[in-house]
């Protein structure tokens, strides 16, 4: 599976961008997130979703601000990113994996197809 991200930008605060990550193979049976690193941070996880099923799971930080949805006819999957934060700033990535288990679904080890990074700036 090859993932790709695009959709980032240089925004002000309290406005929106929606990220999408196109793959190119079937995610049947993955679980696709996003995650984000910020310079000198580690990198988080922000948003997942199992392909199977649609159940999603957020950081508590954005949940309420940010929606992850998938168009399966596009295989694809995005993130909407509302209310958009100085803190939100980072490079965001999708992964993919078919590994994961509930548990686990914030590890960044847990996952082993990355996209490329898509940056988002938000500024005050």
């Known amino acids: 599976v090859q993932l790709q991200a695009s959709g980032g930008g240089l925004v002000q605060a309290g406005d929106s961008l929606r990220l999408s990550c196109a793959a190119s193979g079937t995610l049947r049976n993955y679980v696709v997130s996003w995650f984000r690193q910020a310079p000198g941070k580690e990198r988080e996880f922000v948003a997942g979703?199992?392909?199977?099923?649609?159940?999603?799971y957020y950081k508590d930080s954005v949940r309420g601000r940010f929606a992850i949805s998938r168009d399966i006819a596009k295989n694809t999957i995005s993130l909407q990113m509302d209310s958009l934060q100085p803190d939100d700033t980072a490079a965001y990535y999708c992964?993919?994996?078919?590994?994961?288990?509930?548990?686990?679904?914030?590890?960044?080890?847990?996952?082993?197809?990355w996209g490329q990074g898509t940056q988002v700036t938000v500024s005050s």
């Open positions: 992964a993919a994996s078919s590994r994961v288990i509930t548990s686990t679904i914030r590890t960044p080890s847990s996952y082993y197809y």
């Open positions: 979703m199992r392909w199977n099923g649609g159940i999603t």
